[in-house]
């Protein structure tokens, strides 16, 4: 079986959902009553687990001690509304890219939440040395990026990088866009209409999926309308989902 790598920084997404009946009497702010706390892997952890869900043959590299790094997203638990989220975190180390056995792996998957555990060195480094990487990172794109096979970036991300985005590039970035789809080469791509609960994570679902079809089939398009499909499904779910 193809194996795959997921390379990047991960979390815990923490959900406390809470609901409010009155405003404090000192600030005109809700006062907060938790009803519950869910706790779920982010980030990188959450696209592992998407892949898990649809590939077996998977490994991981990500930031040591990723539990202790959470966002704490307070939710009322009957409208999903988000009140506020509280981000806690640890220092993360640099990535140790001599530890990579590229040989091993038919697909790396870049979840570069730009939290340290990646510089623009490593992923160029890693985009030189397999033929076959898939990145989505939340730096501004640049020249480090070009030899990664395709970039899945999203429409703000996008317009901080479009000025790179030149035709030496172009046939590599998959922009996603919400609602709409994605666009690929001159493609709307578009998705099916869903009843949008949460859209946490479902970034990461899209990406998993993408990276899994292309794995399988070596078909861009077709690799596009499934992650499509798949995201569609985690956006009805609560919290970070996996498909």
């Known amino acids: 079986m193809k194996k795959i790598l997921v390379v ?14 009155r405003l404090a009497p000192d600030k005109p702010v809700p006062v907060l009553e938790i009803d519950g706390v869910t706790t779920t892997p982010g980030m990188a952890m959450n696209v ?7 590939h077996k043959n998977v490994d991981i590299i ?3 001690n990723w539990q202790y790094n959470q966002k704490n997203r307070y939710v009322d638990k009957n409208s999903n509304h988000m009140f506020m989220r509280v981000d806690t975190s640890t220092i993360i180390e640099r990535i140790d890219t001599s530890t990579i056995n590229y040989n091993e792996y038919d697909t790396i998957i870049i979840s570069d939440y ?4 990646l510089t623009e060195e490593d ?3 890693i985009c030189t040395v397999h033929s076959q990487v898939f990145l989505d990172t939340k730096k501004v ?4 990026s070009s030899g990664a096979k395709y970039i ?8 901080r990088s479009k000025k790179f985005i030149k035709s030496h590039i172009k046939h590599k970035v998959i922009q996603t866009m919400g609602s709409k789809g994605c666009s690929y080469c001159g493609k709307i791509y578009s998705v099916e209409p869903a009843d949008v609960i949460d859209v946490s994570g479902a970034g990461d679902t899209f990406m998993a999926s993408l990276c899994v079809k292309y794995t399988h089939t070596g078909d861009i398009s077709t690799s596009i309308d499934f992650a499509n499909m798949c995201a569609s499904k985690v956006v009805r779910k609560k ?5």
């Open 8 to 21: 990047g920084d991960s979390c815990n997404d923490v959900y406390t959902y809470c609901h409010s009946t």
């Open 48 to 54: 592992l687990m998407n892949v898990e869900s649809l």
């Open 62 to 64: 990500t930031n040591p």
């Open 114 to 117: 730009n939290k340290g555990f």
């Open 123 to 125: 992923i160029e480094e």
């Open 141 to 144: 794109l640049g020249s480090w």
């Open 152 to 159: 899945k970036i999203n429409n703000y991300e996008y317009e």
């Open 239 to 243: 919290g970070t989902s996996i498909i």
